[in-house]
């Protein structure tokens, strides 16, 4: 189902949701009006489409002890449909991920890195989280992907260099980010990208 909705000043194409969810996001002209605006986002400078000005949770967090990894678990699952399941489903203020990077490669800021965010019971006032699209327990992740992951990986390991790399299932009774993800490869090649950075300066 595809439907165009209109608000006073933004119009954006819907097609990630049922008729009953249509009819929820409709009622929700604040929600909408978060979304119709990407029609104007831009890229920033360091590549990363910046969506975090809407929905940031807007609490400031204290401090940084680990970077997580965490994956969609779906095939596929662009930015509306996590929103919708995150914010409509689980009724959160916002999207649970600080950063989501699609198949395609492309990067995207759901949340200021510095906000405390709901993305693993226990650790939301001292991490920062990246989540990939896919499900990593069957899919393998392209190189495509998998570079955009180090690179963000790399970057938020320079800004918080005592936080600890780890992924969601060595906190949790679950497999995310995967069980055939590789999340010790690329937290080793993110530690020498790291280290070689230091011996640079
Ligand atoms: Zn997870």
Known sequence: MSVLI?????KVKKTDYS???ISAVLSKTDFVNRFA???????TADGIIDYSQFLDFNKPRKKTDFIF??????????????????MYH??????AYHYLILKNGKTIRCLKPESTSAHAVGFNSNSVSICFEGNFDVDTISQTQYNSGLKLLFALHTKYPDAKITTHSEHANKTCPGLIFPDEKMEREALDFHFLNLIKK
């Open 69 to 86: 990894l965490h994956h969609t678990a779906t095939e596929t699952a662009q930015l509306k449909a996590v929103a919708n399941y995150h």
């Open 90 to 95: 689980r009724h959160w203020k916002s999207i």
């Open 19 to 21: 008729n009953s969810e």
């Open 37 to 43: 605006k990407k029609i104007i986002l831009k890229q």
């Open 6 to 10: 209109t608000t006073a000043n933004y």
